[in-house]
């Protein structure tokens, strides 16, 4: 019999019955929204390269997990993964869309060996031990490099003390140094990168109190004032009174051609020769001789 609340003589019409705990849970979710899975991003095309591999198929599973297909879904995860090969993969993959090959795999996980077969490094740790050989943090951050590092040890498979001889041989010099002066030592790779990443910064603080923050103000004080063009603009320090900066430039700079101030400046403007007021050439390279000068009074004002 349902339970009833009667309250100042409510009749047996008002009741409420009790609700289980499933309705709850239903009339909860309704009025929150529901539960509502994260959107997840569709992963890349894959065009056959053997470098690639192992990337896009950890984006397949990623995505497939996200959508809850994780366990099992096999008629819809190979489908779905068939439509993402391009080029060289998609070639592979045609006769087998055109049920002109049977397919050797009949599950996901077949499928995936056989995509490591068709596509995958042949011989992957021995190339990611060559890749950790070759590898340097250069002018990337050091949690950067170990992420990479990090990536391709896993298939190099190796142990603790050649992995921390590699990744210190592909750090800076400055670290380096740092862990020859420490008397710090590591137990694995994670904590050799750790260490490294902590003296990276502390390393980057210290640089930045020895630097000297006054030294663009200093810069500044010191530069040649210029003009926009680039010429130069005496300062006006105690009592000289300069006119127009570009016509104390042009007076100050300016050799003694026996020319005038306006004939100066024509030839100037016009990109002439001062010593011969011919074009092609400037006047230190002019090749005419110099005449007896006469005197010009405007020239010498």
Known sequence: MAATAVQGGASSSQATPIQNPEQMRQIVASLTGGTRKPKAKEPEVYRGERHKLRGWLAQLIVYYTTVGWQTGYDEEKIPYATSLLR???????????????????????????????????????????????????????????????RLVASEAELDNSTGGELLLAGMIAELQNAWGASSEEYEDLEALAQWAIRKETKLATVR??????????????????????????????????????????????????????????????????????????????????????????????
């Open 87 to 149: 080029d060289d993969a998609r070639t592979w993959i045609t006769p087998y869309a055109e049920e002109r090959l049977t397919p050797a795999w009949d599950n996901w996980a077949r499928f995936q060996a056989e995509l490591q077969r068709q596509f995958g490094v042949i011989d992957a740790k021995g190339e990611a031990r060559i890749r950790l050989k070759n590898m340097r943090q250069g002018k990337r951050s050091v949690r950067e490099y170990w992420n990479e590092f």
């Open 208 to 301: 930045h109190i020895l630097g000297s923050p006054s030294t663009k103000n200093i810069q500044s004080e010191t530069t040649t004032p210029q003009n926009p063009d680039g010429t130069y603009r005496p300062s006006n320090n105690g009592n000289q009174n300069y006119s127009d900066p570009m016509e104390v430039d042009t007076t100050r700079k300016r050799p003694r051609f026996n020319i005038s101030r306006e004939e100066f400046q024509r030839r100037i403007r016009e990109q002439l020769c001062l010593k011969c007021a011919q074009p092609g050439h400037l006047a230190r390279n002019c090749t005419k001789k110099d005449g007896p000068k006469s005197f010009n009074a405007q020239a010498r004002s």
